[in-house]
């Protein structure tokens, strides 16, 4: 591209050195070539300005040489509404943006390819809106079902996390802006998450919680990555030397830029030597009038440089991965794409999204799809004409619009069917079974033909308000499993009232089902699923979508079965220091299946409206790798997708190992009577684990089962590859 084709707001001497240096390569050497141009050209303080906050969602530029601030944006799954350069919200701007399903249901479609429409969206809205990165996608593990941020991550199990959140980044970053996998590592509560100390093992950093930052980085590209409040090991994870400078920078190559969360840095020293490149969010403890130069990467920096008591050096490093960031996507010549702003094709994708996450639970009788003869709908609960695109902390989202349930049943339904409402219940913290409004419910369901019950865990509708009502939100965390509000009264109401109920459940995760699951004939678990959810919920009840979604996760029936409190702890041990994670690597449905603990709902589990087959397993070995070849058939009457999983179960190992664990899957789409052969990899990863005794990857010869099947508990076919 000719010089004269470009257009800087700085100076021409930016220009004149990226063109000598070979502007516009591509390959990394080329870039950090550029890079080292304009660090050359850079004072000191110019350099010190670029490793901290200069507003509330920026980090420092240097106009002199026409480098822009980095502008940054919350938004795991829509580009957060302005704050301005401090954190007033809504600044008078066309800020709606498009409200995704959140991060577990995209997780629970199964589908990478979804993964890639969604970063897709993210990154083009962002690029609209002049953002430079998107603090996304949060792939933190489901360790626990009381997590309040559990909603915005993905999976209890590494390999799913690993497969949707590469798509994920490389759909946002192929738009030009920088993708940012969080957090990074270990944040796995949120109400003690700035103070408390997390004890692991290095077999579970490695095996459980690692899997999806390296996948991010390695398979991913991703740009940038957030360090997380937590202490790991007695030191801060955003400045934690092990974490960031041995496994991430060193070990795994990553090139680009380690990002504080906001007021997560601590110390100075720390933080230049142990891998924080840019601190944000430390003026939260300033004033309404923040001196940026007052972080922990600010003047401090300097006088420290100046007075020989820090090398040069470090910040030299952390300025060039910035501006080796900045380069390849295009911060500094402009050259990026214009971005699109909630388009009809962005909405389509949320409700796509939507419609493969939903997750069909219990069909008993074939209560679903609702049969023609349906002519009367009682709709009931507060959740089914809540809007919650505004909740759950710095992942709010100001939607252009947010389809109900409620709205979604009343605009889908069939001519001549009568929809009325009843609230149900309270959305407060701490309230109780109302009974007038119980009764109201009751009476409401009785003379309907069906009732659908909406409820389950609430985002909290005010961003400001969040935690006085929310269950499923940031630095907040669930006090148990309990359905709150007094729904358990209700839905055992409504069903005494019309036992033709279907439970539709909002939320990040399980709640405790065991007071009606038995007696109810439909459950659909919702999550949240955006501004097209009601749409989407809509088209799965009445039959126009056959539900493929299944559970990222495990439903335990009860909080005492889940691991990290039968086996671990949570959120913390006596002393409310610190955790240990003596769950270890029996996380999800690796406990569940190794203790043999009957769950309400496997991982791995989802209904559809037709039925599937699995024959003719085949298992091809070679070296340390194999391929496993099955044929799927859709024996039922509708077009659907199946959602094959592929488990590997060593038979015998130098250390326990998990009775099962995901290694590959497919979904498969067909039609009535169609059937496909699926062929999956399995290379070293599949059959490996980390000895932390050796402090090594063992890959052990001898026979492992090979085992497919619907879900973790529903196995299908069986072969033995031998290695």
Not at 216 to 233: C, D, H, I, P
Not at 442 to 468: L, M, R
């Amino acid at each position: 591209m000719k010089l004269t084709k470009l257009i800087y707001k700085g100076s021409a001497l930016l220009a004149l050195l990226l063109q000598q240096a070979g502007a516009f390569a591509q390959t990394d050497a080329e870039v950090f070539k550029q890079a080292d141009a304009l660090l050359k050209q850079m004072t000191l303080p110019e350099k010190v300005s670029m490793i901290h906050g200069s507003s509330s969602f920026t980090s420092g530029g240097v106009p002199r040489l026409g480098i822009p601030e980095f502008v940054m944006s919350d938004g795991p799954h829509g580009v957060r509404l302005e704050h301005g350069r401090t954190y007033k919200d809504s600044m008078g701007i066309a800020d709606a943006s498009t409200y995704l399903p959140t991060g577990v249901c995209l997780a629970a479609t199964w589908n990478p390819k979804l993964g890639y429409a969604f970063g897709s969206v993210l990154g083009a809205e962002a690029n609209y809106r002049g953002k430079d990165v998107i603090l996304g996608p949060g792939i933190n593990i489901i360790r626990s079902p009381l997590n309040g941020r559990n909603f915005e991550y993905q999976s209890e199990d590494p390999y799913l996390i690993s497969r949707l959140a590469v798509g994920y980044i490389k759909g946002v970053q192929d738009q030009g802006v920088s993708a940012c996998v969080k957090h990074y590592a270990l944040n796995n509560i949120e109400a003690k998450r700035t103070s408390i100390n997390v004890e692991v093992s290095e077999r579970a950093l490695r095996e459980i919680y690692l899997p999806g930052f390296k996948a991010a980085v390695q398979e991913g590209g991703v740009y940038t990555l957030m360090g997380s409040y937590n202490k790991v090991r007695g030191e801060w994870a955003t400045h934690n030397n092990y974490l960031m400078n041995q496994i991430l920078k060193k070990e795994w190559g990553f090139k680009g830029i380690v990002i504080s969360d906001w007021g997560a840095v601590h110390n100075t020293q720390q933080a230049l030597w142990n891998g924080t490149d840019i601190e944000m969010g430390t003026d939260l403890s300033l004033g309404d009038k923040p001196d940026y130069r007052k972080y922990f990467l600010g003047d401090t920096v300097l006088a420290l440089v100046k007075a020989g008591k820090t090398p040069e050096y470090l910040i030299n490093d952390k300025v060039r991965r910035i501006l080796y960031v900045m380069i390849k996507t295009h911060v500094i010549d402009k050259q990026r794409k214009k971005g699109t702003f909630n388009t009809k094709e962005h909405q389509q994708t949320a409700q796509k999204i939507a419609e493969e996450g939903i997750v069909l639970l219990k069909n008993q009788n074939n209560i679903l799809p609702l049969a023609p003869a349906v002519k009367s709908i009682a709709v009931i609960g507060f959740n089914a004409n809540r809007p919650q695109a505004l909740g759950g902390g710095s992942s709010q989202i100001k939607a252009l619009y947010e389809v109900t349930a409620l709205d979604g049943l009343k605009k889908q339904a069939a001519k001549g069917v009568k929809i009325t409402y009843a609230q149900g219940y309270k959305i407060e913290r701490g309230a109780k079974a109302d009974a007038g409004m119980i009764q109201e419910a009751a009476n409401t369901a009785a003379k309907a033909d069906v009732a659908i019950v909406v409820g389950g865990w609430t985002h909290g509708y005010d961003y400001n308000k969040w935690a006085d009502n929310a269950y499923d939100a940031e630095d907040t965390d669930k006090p148990d499993m309990n359905m709150p509000f007094g729904q358990d009264e209700l839905i055992k109401a409504v069903l005494k009232a019309n036992p033709k109920t279907v439970v539709v459940l909002l939320g990040g995760g399980p709640i405790d089902m065991t007071q009606w699951a038995q007696n109810a004939p439909g459950i659909i678990q919702a999550w949240y699923p955006g501004m097209e959810g009601g749409t989407a919920l809509a088209n799965i009840i009445y039959g126009k979508t056959n539900p493929s979604g299944k559970l990222p996760m495990t439903f335990p029936k009860t909080l005492a079965d889940a691991p990290d409190h039968k086996l671990g702890e949570f959120p913390a041990s006596k002393d409310g220091v610190n955790v240990y994670y003596n769950d270890d690597i029996y996380v999800g449905y690796r406990y569940f299946d190794t203790y043999k603990v009957e769950p309400q709902f496997a991982f791995g589990y989802g209904l559809s409206y037709t039925t599937f087959a699995y024959s003719g397993l085949q298992v091809k070995t070679q070296g340390n790798t194999a391929t496993v070849t099955f044929t799927v058939t859709n024996t039922g009457k509708k077009a659907g997708a199946e959602i094959a999983q592929v488990y590997v179960k060593q038979q015998q190992s130098l250390l326990p190992r998990p009775e099962k664990e995901l290694k590959a899957f497919d979904k498969v789409f067909l039609q009535p009577g169609e059937k496909k052969q699926v062929t999956l990899s399995l290379n070293a990863d599949a059959f490996q684990y980390f000895n932390d005794v050796t402090n090594n990857w063992m890959l052990e010869k001898g026979n492992y089962n090979i085992l497919v099947g619907a879900s973790s508990r529903d196995i299908k076919l069986t072969a033995v590859a031998t290695l």
